[in-house]
């Protein structure tokens, strides 16, 4: 299957301060991207869908001016943690999305990001 | 996109074939049926997906009713690295959001 990465694998930051997680479709064009974050024992709770080269639709409850994303390119999109809290400690999921012919997608997901605000 | 149920938890012996169960009653027409998990501390990763007739890949098959209300993933033969969180999901060809339930943990036993 396809392969995406995320960058950094964890990341521990002081709260205030701003984090920058990466999501690389590593052999495919993905025009779109999602982003899931995950709290212990919980399931994934989709945080916003992004979109090449247009702005990133966020779900109810996300506040997009926390959670900025940027997907400038094909394989490429960004999720910036702006003035973390511990409570922003998380752990965060990149998907990207291949369209089959005929009508059904599949995603294929990153290994995911660890993040710990202390 | 129709809503799925699925047991919290089994367990399966080594070797065994594991056989997890998803109902999806109120499925339309053009929703697919999709399967992924989840080892621990890892994203998800697909397993397969199918509409109405049974598919089989390397991983698994999966096994869809004639009304489509209920599907079954089946691991033929499960190791131990098969134990984790299952998720069944239901979405539309034009609708790309997955939305992932609270799944079948998976504890597969030597």
């Known amino acids: 299957g396809a392969v995406v990465s995320q960058h950094p694998s964890r990341v521990i930051c002081k709260s205030g301060t701003s984090v920058k997680i990466e999501c690389r479709s590593l052999?495919?064009?993905?025009?779109?991207m999602f982003w899931y974050r995950q709290f212990p024992k919980k399931s994934l709770m989709l945080m916003a869908t992004?979109?090449?080269?247009?702005?990133?639709?966020?779900e109810q409850g996300v506040e997009k001016d926390k959670f900025l994303i940027n997907h400038a390119s094909l394989t490429l999109s960004t999720l910036t943690v702006t003035s973390a809290h511990p409570e922003d400690s998380s752990f965060y999921i990149c998907?990207?999305?291949?369209?089959?012919?005929?009508?059904?997608?599949?995603?294929?997901f990153g290994p995911g990001t660890r993040l710990t605000v202390t | 996109d129709a809503k799925t149920t699925q047991p919290p938890s089994m367990d399966c012996a080594e070797g065994r074939a594991a056989n997890l169960p998803c109902n999806h009653s109120?499925?339309?027409?053009?929703?697919?049926v999709y399967w992924y998990r989840q080892i621990h501390s890892q994203g998800p990763q697909y397993i397969i997906h199918?509409?109405?007739n049974n598919e089989t890949n390397e991983m698994a098959s999966l096994i869809i009713t004639e009304d489509r209300k209920s599907s079954t993933l089946i691991l033929p033969h499960a190791t131990l690295r098969d134990t984790a969180v299952y998720y069944c999901?239901?979405?539309?060809?034009?609708?790309?959001?997955?939305?992932f339930g609270k799944g079948t943990k998976l504890s597969v036993i030597p």
């Open positions: 992004s979109n090449e080269g247009s702005k990133a639709t966020y």
């Open positions: 998907s990207a999305r291949v369209a089959l012919a005929g009508g059904p997608h599949e995603q294929y």
């Open positions: 199918g509409l109405k």
């Open positions: 109120t499925i339309s027409g053009n929703e697919y």
């Open positions: 999901i239901v979405s539309g060809a034009g609708s790309y959001q997955l939305t």
């Open positions: 052999d495919f064009q993905a025009t779109t």
